[in-house]
């Protein structure tokens, strides 16, 4: 027979988290880390004036690191490259798979632009010498060029590569690197302690019967249903 859970009332909950403190100042870093990671260099600025919190890199190079993610994402990939090496060479020169990465989205741009022959010689001299070397390469390289086989690449089993979806994934990565190489996390701290506290609310959930955020947008205590 299951044992019966505790009922915490919502006078009893709303006590206990009271009791919790929490410096203003912790919460603010959690802002800003959000703005940084995100790239929201206005609001981050003006955050730091209203706010006194110092960011931990130059906002000067979330501007740059933006302007290389919006030119993966509208295609302009060869732009990106250029400003990944000015930002920091050794990014790309250290990481291999990004960069096998970003020649893979050009190759896909000049595919979607119908550029047939420079596809292929392109293909064959920047991407086929990278595929000899790393097995999981060649094997996106072939699926990228299947796509020209294809006369409509709505009946292509690899025509995803052409969707804006492919643009967003490799700006991400290249975002990630960035954020890496300039020794800040690549992912913000923020949805992490969300997933946490959903989490904890599970393992609770098991054990007692208490007041819950069931709609974290709105983080309004709800009653437990008893």
């Known amino acids: 027979m299951a044992a019966s859970k505790k009922v915490i009332t919502r ?23 959000f703005l940084v990671t995100e790239g929201y260099v206005e ?48 990014i790309l020169d250290t990481n291999p798979q990004l960069f096998f990465h970003l020649q893979q989205q050009r190759l896909i741009e000049l595919i979607r632009n119908g ?11 920047e991407l086929a010498p ?7 390469f060649l094997e996106e390289l072939e699926r ?3 796509l020209l086989a294809f006369e409509d690449v709505s009946n292509c089993p690899v025509g995803e590569l052409l969707d804006i979806s492919q643009r967003l994934k490799t700006a991400s990565e290249v975002n990630a690197a960035i954020l890496t190489s300039q020794s800040h996390e690549k992912d913000p701290k923020l949805p992490s302690l969300l997933k946490m506290l959903i989490w904890a609310q599970n393992q609770l959930d098991e054990k007692a019967a208490y007041p819950h955020i069931n709609d974290i947008s709105e983080a309004t205590l709800e009653d437990p249903a008893v």
Not at 116 to 121: F, G, K, M, N, S
Request: proline content about 2%; hydrophobic content about 35%.
């Open 43 to 90: 609001a981050a600025e003006k955050f730091r004036k209203e706010s006194g919190t110092e960011p931990d890199i130059d906002l000067a190079t979330i501007t740059d690191r933006m302007a290389v993610k919006k030119a993966v994402q509208s295609g302009n990939v060869e732009d990106a490259i250029e400003k990944v090496n000015d930002l920091n060479p050794e």
């Open 144 to 146: 990228t060029v299947a």
């Open 130 to 136: 990278r595929g000899e070397e790393n097995h999981s």
């Open 115 to 125: 550029k047939v022959e420079e596809a292929l010689e392109f293909a064959q001299e």
């Open 11 to 33: 006078e009893e909950w709303e006590k206990k988290l009271n009791d919790v403190k929490i410096r203003k100042e912790d919460m603010n870093k959690l802002v800003m880390n």
